[in-house]
């Protein structure tokens, strides 16, 4: 019996089966049945293959479970990310880790998509699954729209 141990997000679940993407591989994997997986969960587990096809998932060991928190923040983006959006064209993003957990994105888009940028971050189930990677269990978009300026920000605990 194959077994995987991993950091999974739950991108689609009802009353008997849940879908999982395994945040680092990106691979799928269908579970048969579930303990109350909700869509965005992410779910530390170790999962197992069942026979004799072995394409049907089963949770062996959970680990862990959280839900990462989603923010589109009124504060304006830090000085830091002002400053690197300075540099940048747009389009571009710039990936700065934090001082030990986590993850900032400074993303510079024309400033009339503003608005449309930041809901399509907390819209995008991989704005989910990179908190899980990064160990993030709160994701805070901050803008300036006059800048064009995006602040994702994933934060620990």
Known sequence: MTEKTGTFLVTEADAESAVLQDVETGQI?????????????VVGATIAAEPPMEVVWTVVEESSRRTVELVDS????????MEIAESQSVGEVERVERAGT??????SVPPEQV??????????QETVARAARVGAVRVEVRSDPDAGVLNVRYLPD
């Open 29 to 41: 994997h269908t579970l048969s049945e579930h303990d109350g997986y909700e869509q965005w969960d």
């Open 74 to 81: 009124d504060l304006s983006p830090t000085q830091q990310a």
């Open 115 to 124: 608005d449309d940028a930041v809901d399509d971050v907390l819209e995008d």
């Open 102 to 107: 986590g993850e900032i994105h400074v993303l």
